[in-house]
Structures are given as C-alpha cells and as structure tokens.
C-alpha cells in the first residue's frame, strides 16, 4: 500500500504539472488567435478610410470639373457682349453671367468644404495606419515569444506524458479508474493527507475509526465526504 500511494503522489504531481502546463498553454493559444482579429480590425478601418477617401477625391473632381466648365461659360458669355446689339439681349447674357457666378461661388463653396473632410479622413487615416504599425511590430514580437512558449510547452508535456504514463501503467487497474475520475472531479487533488483526523482534501472529520484504519489497514481507504484517496504520513 505504501508503494501504492508513492506512486500516486507522484503520479498526482506529474498531473498538476501537466495540468498547469495545458491551461498555460490554452491561455498562449487565445491570446495568439486574439492578437491577430485586433490587426484584422485595424487593418479593415485602414482600409474603409482609404476607400472613403476615394471616394471624396472622386467627388471632389466632379466638383472641379463643374467649376472650370462654368469658368469657361462665363468667359464665352462675356465674350459675346461686345458684339450684341440690343439692350434687351444685353441684358439677358448679363443675367446669365451673374447666374454662372453665383453657381461657380457655390461650386466653390463646395470644393472647399470637401478638402476640409479630405484633410480630416487622411489625418484619421495617418493616425491607423500609424497604430497597424505599432500594433503590427508588437504584435509579430509577442507571437513570436508565444511560439516560443508553444514550443516549451510541447516538449514539457511529451517528456511528462511519459513519466505519466509509466506510473499509471504501475497501477492495479481499478486503482486507476478511480484515481483517474477523482483527478478529474475534484480539481486535480485525488491523493490527499488524512493529518489530525481531518481530510485535507474537504477539511471535513473523518470517523475516528476510519482515522486509525488508515495506519494498519493494507488497503487505500477513501475519505466518506469527498471520495478522495487518503494517506497518513507516518506511513511514508
Ligand atoms: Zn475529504
């Protein structure tokens, strides 16, 4: 019995371990996924900016075109006064000058409006692509020490699966199912100390007797409360 519970303990030692090591690994695993959908959305904002930005340079132009084509009018119009005869017609290419005016004013108007929100989406664009950047470079840095740490992890749980292995295949078959179901049920503390009469498992009482079996009885006796495996340390 005595064997049977040092090769538990070590077992139960080597399981924690490895225990640690898979969450560890786990917590590795999400960070690297969640590092990359945060470049993923940077880069897409980048991205709508720079369409947006088209899309004003575009608008942009027409308004431009707008404005020389009425500048051109204009000039054609005044051109033509010298030659007109009546004052009637004078008049009217008159008004058609001042109307061509005033569109080119608002034209005008507008062009100036759209460089101001040109200017304002390639600073927020500027400001993106500056932070992809950083992100870009602290991210590659810390991915590369994930894998790194990947790696480690891999090579510690294959030298410890081994070692596990070879003391589970120790076991009497039954002995290992249950330890097996306790490890996994109770937070990974299967094997506990049975020290003052207490569990140290659940911290509950345990019968007396049972307390004193655990000293002379040959078999592995397993706490009422919480089913874990008990030990006592003068035995050890
Ligand atoms: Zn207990």
Do not use: W
């Not at 500048?71 to 054609?76: A, F, G, K, L, P």
């Not at 569109?103 to 759209?114: F, S, T």
């Not at 207490?198 to 019968?207: A, D, E, F």
């Amino acid at each position: 019995m005595q064997d049977k519970i040092k090769l538990l303990k070590e077992l139960q030692a080597i399981d924690q371990d490895l225990k640690n090591v898979r969450q560890g690994r786990e917590a590795l695993e999400k960070e690297q996924a969640s590092l990359g959908s945060e470049t993923d959305r940077i880069r897409a904002m980048v991205e709508s900016l720079m369409s947006e930005l088209d899309k004003l340079r575009d608008e942009r132009r027409t308004l431009q075109l707008a404005l020389e084509q009425e500048e051109q009018n204009i000039h054609r119009s005044e051109g033509h006064l010298p030659a007109i005869k009546t004052q009637k017609e004078y008049v009217a290419v008159l008004k058609e000058i001042d109307t061509a005016k005033k569109l080119n004013k608002d034209l005008q108007d507008r062009i100036q409006a759209k460089d101001g929100e040109i200017a304002a989406v390639t600073r927020d664009r500027e400001e993106k692509e500056q932070e992809l950047a950083e992100l870009t470079a602290k991210v590659s840095d810390r991915l590369e020490e994930i894998a790194r740490q990947l790696g480690e992890c891999e090579s510690q749980v294959g030298t410890q699966v081994h070692d596990r292995d070879s003391l589970f295949d120790q076991l009497p078959v039954p002995l290992r199912k249950r330890y097996q179901l306790l490890f996994e049920r109770r937070g990974g503390l299967a094997v506990v100390e049975a020290r003052n009469g207490t569990c140290s498992g659940c911290n509950m009482h345990l019968p007396p007797q049972l307390f004193n079996t655990l000293f002379t009885i040959q078999e592995i006796q397993s706490c009422p409360h919480c089913n874990r495996l008990l030990y006592v340390t003068a035995l050890m």
